[in-house]
């Protein structure tokens, strides 16, 4: 996957002190929620780094992106499986959320029945949650993540619901608290078909909501009155979910393929954009696309501050 530095953020440092020198922040609700996903460009460094820096309350590795058909593997775009179990331990030592994503822009996953939605469960749970069933290759080692992320687009939209019902059932082994916690990362326009059924089990904590890409409620596409439209439908449609409002300091690289570099304007976003979304009351904060064009572009070390 090939990233462009976007130019549209050189000015980063600029626009930092001229928005702290402004007096009259944003007077909407903040949470100082600030989720990531890592895992897609070995040059963003290591799950440990990013952690390091403090921006982040949850990190998210993606992609766990082959499933459904007997094989289960995931894909971290060059990163060594090395190392990243003692990471996530670190992270979680922080109070750091580390959750673990399915799905992605690949076509090596689908759920074509139930028998299918049962065993990638299992596979999940002993594999990279807390089972730990003989014979089932851990690439995580002993380190179990907090949670599963469902990032699904592709294929069809079939068995995604009992695979959430089904995950959630683990949690039955725990005492007092969630071992098994579930996300969402759907595709801005409402519903998306492909998670709908999973997200009305009313199973999922938090619903990311992708305003980047080439949908056209893309903040790209659909500027300011695009995200907050469909972000009130989710919203409403959903309001016992935290719901993130999800970008990308630069486009070039998103999944979707989206063309070109879009940067995300500060002073736009401090504004116009967060004071409207944050005024919902089941507003969680914002979703980063990726760490490493968060690292190039030091985004979220503006944003933190503001989520």
Known sequence: MAFRRPLALHPLVIAFVLVSCLAGAATAKQTGQLTVFWGRNAGEGTLREACDTGLYSTVVISFYSVFGHGRYWGDLSG??????????????????????????????????????????????????????????????????????????????????????????????????????????????????RRLEAALRTGLFERIHVRFYGNDTCSLGKGGTYGVVGQWEKWTAAFPRTQVYLGLAPAESGVPEGAQGTVAVYLKYLYYDLLPKVQKANNYGGVMVWDRFADKKTRWSSVVNGWA
């Open 79 to 192: 990163h060594p499986l090395a190392g990243v179990g003692a990471d996530i331990k670190h992270c979680q030592s922080r109070n750091i959320l580390v959750l673990l994503s399915i799905g992605g822009p690949g076509n090596g996953y689908s759920l074509p029945s139930s028998a299918s939605a049962a065993a990638v469960a299992d596979n999940l749970w002993n594999a990279h949650l807390g089972g730990r069933r003989n014979g089932v290759y851990r690439p995580f080692g002993d380190a179990a993540v907090d949670g599963i992320d469902f990032y699904i687009d592709q294929g069809a939209p079939d068995h995604y619901d009992e695979l959430a019902s089904r995950l959630d059932g683990y949690n039955r082994f725990y005492r007092g608290r969630k071992g098994v916690r579930l996300t969402a990362t759907p595709r801005c326009g409402f519903p998306d």
